[in-house]
């Protein structure tokens, strides 16, 4: 089985200041990997995924995670941080090859402070 | 292109109640996967439907069923409501395309919030 662990339930940022949140995952098989960003009283959205080839990936709005097989994490990060960028952040896994059973972390709450 | 869409929005049940929600997949999906979201938690996966049949589930009691109907749609029934229940329920679709990378990335509804007193 997979599981998935966020340490930081909120991370309160300054506009405009880098910001990283925490994922670690723990898997006996191979997985891939997602961040999903939630908007108060939305669904889900899918943000940046890893798949295969390079471990660093990037999305449209600046966010990059960078996939650490060794250390089984996989960051996201943001240089600079705008308050649209105000959310729940979720870190997700899939069992590579396997039927598409989402396992999710617990998120993060990301604050920013103007 | 239709994004997934779900029904109602808002429900409030009383315990022991039964509720059934509904949910249509993005155009030309043929995979639904259920979630409960409970306030301040992560989505927990419920079960997945490919081409109608379930296709894995995940620890819930078997009062927590669903469907999937030719056209991808799907529904999702619980059975003698538990004040537990209250949560957001979210469908997502995906394309399963002989494992075809893409077919792993999952498009969600905005979800169903079910409320039980």
């Known amino acids: 089985a997979q599981s998935v662990t966020q340490l930081d339930s909120q991370v309160p940022v300054f506009e405009e200041a880098p910001v990283e949140l925490r994922c670690n995952y723990s898997s006996s098989v191979s997985v891939y990997l997602f961040w999903y960003v939630q908007y108060p009283n939305q669904g889900l959205q899918l943000l940046l995924k890893?798949?295969?080839?390079?471990?660093l990936v990037e999305s449209i709005n600046g966010f990059e995670a960078e996939f650490n097989k060794s250390q089984t994490s996989f960051h996201l990060r943001k240089p600079s941080v705008h308050i649209s960028d105000t959310a729940e952040y979720f870190c997700?896994?899939?069992?590579?090859?396997?039927?598409?059973?989402?396992?999710f972390g617990t998120g993060t709450k990301l604050q920013v402070i103007p | 292109e239709t994004g997934v869409t779900q029904s109602p929005t808002h429900l409030i049940k009383t315990r022991g109640q039964q509720v059934t929600l509904r949910c249509s997949s993005q155009s030309g999906h043929n995979t639904v996967s259920w979630y409960q979201q409970a306030l301040g938690q992560g989505p927990q996966f419920i079960f997945q439907?490919?081409?109608?049949?379930?296709?894995g589930r995940g620890n819930f009691p078997p009062r927590f069923s669903g469907l999937q109907f030719p056209n991808y749609s799907s529904e999702l029934n619980v059975n003698a409501l538990e004040l537990d229940d209250s949560a957001l329920y979210l469908c997502a679709s995906s394309l399963a395309a002989g494992g075809a990378l893409s077919s792993y990335e999952q498009y969600f509804g905005p979800g169903t919030r079910l409320t039980v007193t």
């Open positions: 439907y490919y081409r109608e049949e379930e296709n």
């Open positions: 997700a896994v899939i069992k590579a090859g396997g039927y598409q059973k989402v396992t």
């Open positions: 890893y798949l295969s080839g390079s471990t």
